[in-house]
């Protein structure tokens, strides 16, 4: 159900040849029961999209006040996520003509944060103002904290303060890109659905335990929703527009930004691209989610088989054709992947990660890796890393 019913304002199409820029039509739906009228440009009859013609006839609530964001930027955020999350907004606004939401950037101190690339980004206020404004009734309807890498030594007792007393006064949370992992460090997301962008997907189920996570690009769960962040942020907002002010206006700031539609949440984030495209076996796909679900515990080939109703030829002969490789080497990937991401960013000892990863010993893994990778776990190691072992994760609140 929608919370606000707002439309498009009459737009004219300017001739933007003529030195005049005089309008030669505009977007107007015919009265009721009157029949069509038939405006032309160069004897072609003006077909006006269905959505605008829609929008063009709703009218604003009396009273409805805009849809507001507060958004908690974590230096080494990505501009990319951030321009894909304010852009559709301020495109709303623009189409509409009319004040649908507004937004305010917050960092720790009220100073400009720097993004990934290393631009100064300039806020709104700072964590303490928001507080403030809190205390005082003025809440946002949405607060969204985006990240980037290296979030593990961005993990702040004043934002995850802050971040309680958002959930606490029923305001709508976000994490986008690794804004997940504050979420999670802050207690919010005991018996939750979430995402994270998918490098960090290992090390936030192994960190923190009995997460329910999924490799999505955002998961919606009741007032928590976790965006992978990058491009999907785009997705996440314009679902927030479709939403808040209908599918009509949400297609509309897709058109203009030359897309199609917003992709669905649930499309995994991690997918090969041989599996996105048209025509790929849905039981390739199935056998490939199989796998992906059972690392640590890795499946025999005629357990998948039974599983997707397929037999073990078909399943070697679909993942030649899109995969160009054997199940058994596509498998081992998949596996070696989850364990470069924990060697990359936690400090889980070696064999911890090992065994999360289905191999038996160190010995069989370090020599698995030193064959794929060219070095041993070790060499392995990232820089930022989550100080756990696998008998210390990370508490939970209940």
């Known amino acids: 159900m929608m919370s606000r019913n707002y439309g498009l304002a009459s737009r004219a199409i300017v001739d933007e040849q003529g030195g005049s820029r005089q309008a030669i039509a505009q ?188 490799d999505a690009l955002f998961v919606r769960d009741g007032p928590i929703v976790t965006c992978a962040g990058g491009f999907a942020a785009f997705d996440m907002v314009v679902d927030i527009i479709e939403r808040e002010f209908g599918s009509n206006l949400a297609r509309a700031v897709c058109r203009h930004l030359t897309t199609d539609h917003r992709r669905d949440g649930a499309i995994s984030q991690a997918a090969p691209p041989g599996l996105r495209l048209a025509g790929t076996s849905e039981k390739l796909i199935r056998a490939v989610r199989l796998m992906e679900r059972n690392l640590e515990e890795p499946l025999s080939l005629e357990q998948i088989a039974r599983t997707v109703v397929i037999s073990r030829r078909q399943i070697e002969r679909l993942f030649h054709r899109y995969l160009s490789m054997t199940p058994h080497r596509y498998y081992l990937s998949l596996r070696l992947a989850r364990a470069r991401q924990l060697l990359n960013s936690t400090n889980l000892p070696i064999l911890d990660i090992a065994i999360a990863c289905g191999f038996e010993s160190s010995s069989h893994f370090a020599k698995t890796c030193q064959d794929y990778f060219g070095k041993p776990p070790s060499g392995l190691r990232g820089q930022h890393r989550e100080p756990v072992s696998s008998h210390a994760r990370e508490p939970r609140r209940s």
């Open 27 to 214: 977007w107007r739906r015919p009265a009721m029961n009157a029949p069509p009228k038939n405006t032309s440009l160069v004897g072609t009859p003006l077909e006006i999209p269905e959505d605008l013609q829609e929008l063009n006839e709703v009218a604003p609530n009396a009273g409805s006040r805009p849809y507001e964001l507060a958004v908690v930027l974590v230096p080494g955020f990505s501009q990319v996520c951030l321009s894909s999350m304010i852009e559709p907004l301020r495109l709303a606004n623009n189409l509409s003509a009319r004040d649908l939401f507004r937004w305010r950037l917050v960092s720790l101190a009220g100073k400009a944060v720097e993004c990934a690339s290393g631009i100064p980004i300039g806020v709104n206020g700072d964590i303490e103002s928001e507080r403030r404004s809190l205390d005082a009734g003025r809440l946002p309807d949405a607060a969204i904290v985006c990240s980037g890498d290296g979030i593990e030594d961005h993990c702040s007792a004043a934002v995850m303060s802050l971040l309680r007393l958002y959930a606490r006064r029923g305001v709508w949370l976000y994490g986008v890109g690794t804004g997940t992992w504050l979420l999670a460090k802050s207690g919010l997301l005991a018996g939750v659905r979430c995402t994270i962008h998918w490098p960090k997907l290992a090390a936030l189920s192994e960190t923190f335990d009995r997460l329910s996570i999924d």
